[in-house]
């Protein structure tokens, strides 16, 4: 369960990233720890009510400061853990256990439809331990599938949910094709400038 999202890059161009799980796509409302303040996207509680509100539809319950204050402990949590599986090395497990606490609430269950009683609503307490299941779901077994993007100058971290775990780049349409250009120029004469 993923989704993406757009981002923006410093020419200002829109560009959609996938990164392949709900929890990353929620770690990315942020700058993944890359201390660039301009990626924040959650700087009030209706930051975060809009993103989960997109997510998981219109939530009962209030989205205060206090809610703000967790989501961002359960997102901090999450990019620690996402960045050390990214290079196979252990998570810090006070960063574990943040996960696996928020993983134990009442999350927001899967549901027939057909049935005569209603779904629980979503609260954003519910909507926090939907993301932090899906963090133990793609970070199990040592996140083999959790990986940054194949280009040098590129720090994304993704999970692969391809069928053929053959995943290599953040976007096929930005890193990808830079490298496939890449590739290109260094079959044929050295003359270009380096870009
Ligand atoms: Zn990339």
Redesign the pocket.
Known sequence: MGGGQWFTDRAGTRWFFDSGALCLDFAYTGDLGHANPAWERLHSPGDLADWLTQRFGSLAGPVDATVLAAALGLRAAIVIVARALAVDAAPDPAAVDVVNAFAAGADLPPQLDGGTLAPPAPNAPRALATVARDAVRVFADGGARIRT?A?DD?A?VFHDDSRTNSRR???MR??GNRAKVRAHRSAGPRSDPPP
Do not use: H, N
């Open positions: 993007c280009a590129c994304l780049w953040c976007s930005r890193c």
